[in-house]
């Protein structure tokens, strides 16, 4: 059977570049989908929300881990004919990284999602049968071997440390933490400092990932030489892509990463979309200096740039940066502008019959 792409190093190259920007994609579907359903995540179950997310690319890094990006020795043998002595304290990291896992798989099972043992211990089968199968077929198939190995044992070790965890939700949480599953607030107000981060992570990484996967991805399939398509140039065109082109003609004016958190930008003053010259202002003050200076190899006068757009909203109430100041805009919910609940929110219905009391319904 024939590798995918044709093997070598352009395919390795390709593949980590796509495995990066899976998860990154993954973890904006999730976030989109909790905001929708919950609102803003707040307390000790927004926390079981994050930490659900951390523990889901936990397993991902480490079903992958390390993800080469050359060809270099890579199906010589890692622990070499000598399995024993200086090669053990790596592995024993490994198989603590995987405990702490698989216990908080079974944790986040009980205390966030509420599923039964019979479910929870499933789950953790599956799992740790996943990350047996990326391992032993070299992220399946699609590298010329398999670089790392798992554990023996390792689908029955996974279900038993899931269980663990489990159990761990149901006996040793103390009492201020019996709620773990988020319930849905109304999401208005100035959106804080963690959720704005968020959603510009997630945007740098489906747009570093994005070109780096782009660059590569023609090379893997025979379309051009190595070192053809300028990374500089698809750096700024895709930019372009993902930062200003949806920021312009969505109605909530957000990037990709900012609308899976549910931001957006409004006019200064009143709940309505900013006008387009205005986001296309501040697009050109903000990120536009930030993709050119990274696609130049200059990481630290970017953030340099992100830093001083941040010297203001971190002191302000309406946690207006230098460039909404600059522009007019201001950074707000989604729900500020269009009123929308999440869908988890219990609302009163009048039974069948039965008039609806004013200012209800």
């Known amino acids: 059977m024939g590798q995918p792409f044709g093997g070598g190093q352009a395919a390795v190259q390709a ?3 796509g495995v990066p920007l899976l998860v990154v994609c993954a973890a904006a579907l999730y976030l989109r989908g909790q905001y929708r359903r919950y609102g803003r995540p707040h307390g000790w179950p927004g926390l079981c929300t994050a930490a659900a997310l951390a ?9 992958v881990w390390p993800l080469p990006a050359s060809v270099d020795g890579l199906c010589a043998d890692p622990l070499g004919d000598d399995r024993s002595g200086p090669r053990l304290l790596p592995g024993t990291r490994q ?3 995987a405990l702490a896992l698989f216990l ?10 509420r599923r039964g043992p019979a479910v929870t211990v499933l789950a953790g089968a599956a799992l740790a049968a996943a990350v047996v199968a990326v391992r032993a077929t ?3 198939g699609l590298y010329p071997c398999a670089y790392a190995e798992a554990p023996p044992g390792f689908v029955a070790w996974g279900a038993a440390a899931t269980l663990l965890g489990w159990l761990l939700a149901r006996w040793a949480l103390p009492p201020r933490y019996a709620r773990g599953w988020p319930a849905a607030v109304a999401d208005r107000g100035a959106p804080g400092p963690a959720r704005r981060l968020t959603g510009a992570l997630l945007d740098l990484g489906l747009w570093w990932f994005g070109t780096a996967l782009l660059t590569a991805l023609p090379h893997a399939l025979g379309a051009t030489g190595p070192g053809a398509g300028g990374p500089a140039a698809v750096l700024l065109c895709l930019g372009a892509v993902v930062i200003a082109a949806p920021a312009l003609t969505r109605r909530d004016r957000a990037t990709p990463g900012a609308a899976s958190v549910r931001l957006a930008l409004g006019e200064r003053g009143y709940p309505a979309p900013a006008a387009r010259w205005r986001v296309l202002a501040r697009t050109c003050l903000l990120q536009g200096p930030v993709a050119v200076l990274l696609a130049l190899g200059l990481p630290w006068f970017a953030l340099a740039v992100a830093a001083l757009h941040v010297s203001s909203a971190l002191v302000r109430p309406d946690r207006a940066g230098v460039a909404d100041l600059l522009c007019g805009v201001r950074v707000c919910t989604r729900a500020t502008l269009d ?3 999440p869908s988890r929110l219990v609302r009163y219905s009048a039974p069948p019959g039965e008039a609806v009391p004013a200012g209800r319904g």
Do not use: K, N, P, S
């Open 55 to 63: 523990t889901a690319a936990g397993l991902a890094a480490y079903a």
């Open 15 to 17: 593949v980590a570049a």
């Open 339 to 341: 009123g929308a609940l």
């Open 95 to 97: 198989e603590v990284a």
């Open 138 to 140: 070299g992220l399946l």
């Open 104 to 113: 908080a798989v079974g944790l986040l099972a009980r205390h966030r999602f």
